[in-house]
């Protein structure tokens, strides 16, 4: 018995490890652990098991399939903060200083984020090594796309998309962005105890990103005159990257459980095209004729598109669980509620770079080089995360003949990723907090489960210090935003190829989800070690 409370020791330790910021993603992938807030780590009694916990998934019995589906809709808006610009036409943003330019809101609908998980002892052959094959594929819970719009129409607020209309305020910082990433994956679940169980799936991920931004076309760089303006496109792809999952699980009582499961941190080695211009039919890219007319340094560049690669690092996550079980008087259990610390290392993400095979030449009219450009970079300057989550189900056996209804509810807290100084609109990983609910019906081989969840970010506001109105090119101390325009054709080194600042104004976000699943039991269902 001793030893037992000596791993649980480990495991609460484990729990306690603190950080100061909020992921990427939110709680969490399939309808089970959904309508829990992701408070999962030491239950993970699931074919999900695979993506929270593999260890839990060696205590299911027989073959199990788990098919799952989320449909994730995301709000995000952003109200820019007015500032004096001579060279920006005088009826584009009639504001004043103090004022403010039209919110953009995100665009992009709805998106399904699916799940696929199996448990499997294969017809019993692993059932007495008790040994479990596990696997499946899934997509990770997040929104893969984010629209926002380039050009406003004239006096909207918000901001109306229009094709023809006056530039959008948030033109600099993103419009439009693609992500997808799928992980394959396989492993083992083993019960070498009755209170012990240790799990490790091989994850063979695949990624994908496109990336739209506006960048500063030439000197003066401290202006936003929309005549100086080239959009530039970014699409890359990964190979298969390789990473892990480990976990174990411990039931030193009949009451207690505890978790953890360790994701190994990776990166995503993307290769892909940088255009600048409009991209043809043919996929050549130029910048538009109308637009080089009315540049008097610049008017081409070469290679258009040029080949490069974008390496995205992932982070360690570590999580770990402690859940408290009741039972009724036969035996089975009644309800539970688990709590779940979940530390993410994200400061691996300090910045973005496109790094380019061959240097993009920047070219005068007659053909000679005004300059190159081998690298664009955004700054990001993450910073690593901790999230809390509490969830709990409760049990009702025996509802019609031998189905059991499960009520499911939880809430979840993360903090923000990113500093003020850095919030953009690419990924937006502010603060969350949650809340979910849960209903599931088990019956005989069949468990439908349905879960909804809420959460918002509280409202970011990024204000320069009182007094400075707007800040150059060269100034950063007191100007608020750190996030600034691209300007790639400016001298000095990528680290210096950046115009004014272009974060300051009101971050909102908010996202909804509603998940549905079915889990299907093949075989005879009994104890693990019939």
């Known amino acids: 018995m001793l030893h037992r409370f000596a791993c649980s020791a480990l495991l ?7 950080a100061n910021a909020g992921g990427f993603h939110i709680p969490d992938l399939g309808a089970t652990a959904l309508g829990r807030a992701g408070a999962f780590t030491a239950r993970a009694d699931d074919p999900t098991a695979i993506h929270h916990n593999p260890a839990g998934a060696a205590s299911l019995v027989g073959t199990q399939l788990f098919f799952s589906g989320t449909l994730l809709g995301e709000r995000i808006r952003f109200t820019r903060r007015q500032y004096s ?4 036409p005088s009826d584009q943003y009639p504001a004043p200083l103090s004022g403010t330019m039209p919110t953009v809101t995100n665009s992009a609908g709805p998106v399904v984020v699916p799940l696929l998980a199996f448990s499997s ?11 479990n094959l596990i696997g499946g594929m899934y997509a990770p819970n997040g929104p893969p796309a984010r629209r926002f719009p380039t050009r406003c129409r004239p006096g909207s607020n918000p901001c109306v998309p229009d094709a023809n209309g006056t530039p959008s305020p948030a033109r600099y910082e993103v419009s439009d962005v693609d992500l997808i990433a799928i992980y394959p994956t396989i492993g083992l679940a083993w019960r070498p105890r009755d209170w012990l169980q240790l799990g490790g799936v091989l994850q063979l991920g695949w990624a994908s990103a496109s990336y739209q931004t506006t960048v500063v076309a030439l000197a003066p760089l401290d202006t936003e005159n929309p005549d100086n303006d080239i959009v530039v496109q970014l699409n890359t792809h990964s190979g298969v990257t390789p990473t892990a999952i480990v976990g174990l699980q411990l039931r030193p009582l009949r009451w207690l459980a505890l978790g953890a499961a360790l994701r190994f941190r990776f990166s995503f080695l993307t290769k892909g095209t940088l255009c600048i211009g409009a991209r043809g039919l043919d996929g050549s890219c130029a910048v538009p004729p109308e637009t080089a007319q009315l540049l008097p340094i610049p008017v081409d560049a070469s ?3 040029s080949t490069g690669r974008l390496d995205v690092p992932m982070p360690w996550i570590l999580r770990s669980g402690l859940r408290l079980i009741d039972h009724d008087a036969e035996g089975r259990e009644r309800f539970d509620l688990e709590v779940n610390v979940v530390w993410e290392s994200w400061s691996v993400v300090e910045r973005l770079a496109a790094k380019l095979d061959q240097p993009i030449a920047i070219r005068f009219a007659d053909g000679s080089v005004f300059n190159e ?10 910073r690593n995360t901790v999230s809390l989550r509490i969830g709990g189900t409760y049990n009702i056996y025996d509802l019609l003949s031998d189905a059991t209804l499960m009520l499911s509810g939880g809430f979840y807290y993360e903090t923000a990723t990113v500093p003020k100084a850095y919030t953009r609109l690419d990924f937006l990983p502010l603060a969350h907090i949650g809340i979910s609910a849960g209903l599931a019906v088990a019956w005989r081989h069949w468990s439908l489960f349905a879960a909804y969840s809420y959460t918002f970010s509280p409202k970011r506001t990024v204000l320069p210090d009182a007094g400075v109105a707007t800040c150059d090119v060269k100034q950063s101390a007191g100007c608020g935003s750190q996030v600034r325009a691209v300007a790639p054709t400016l001298f000095g080194g990528d680290e210096k190829r950046f115009g004014r600042e272009i974060g300051n104004g009101v971050f909102e976000s908010a996202i909804q989800q509603l998940s549905f699943g079915v889990q299907i039991r093949f075989g005879k269902q009994g104890a693990i070690d019939e």
């Not at 610009?85 to 920006?88: K, R, S």
């Not at 017809?123 to 007495?128: A, D, F, H, I, Q």
């Not at 450009?373 to 993450?382: I, R, S």
């Open 85 to 88: 610009d001579p060279a920006i």
């Open 12 to 18: 609460l330790l484990a729990s306690s490890t603190a």
């Open 121 to 131: 002892d294969l017809g019993g052959l692993l059932k007495r090594l008790r040994l």
């Open 303 to 305: 290679p258009n598109p």
């Open 373 to 382: 450009v081998d690298q664009m970079t955004l700054p990001h300057a993450y």
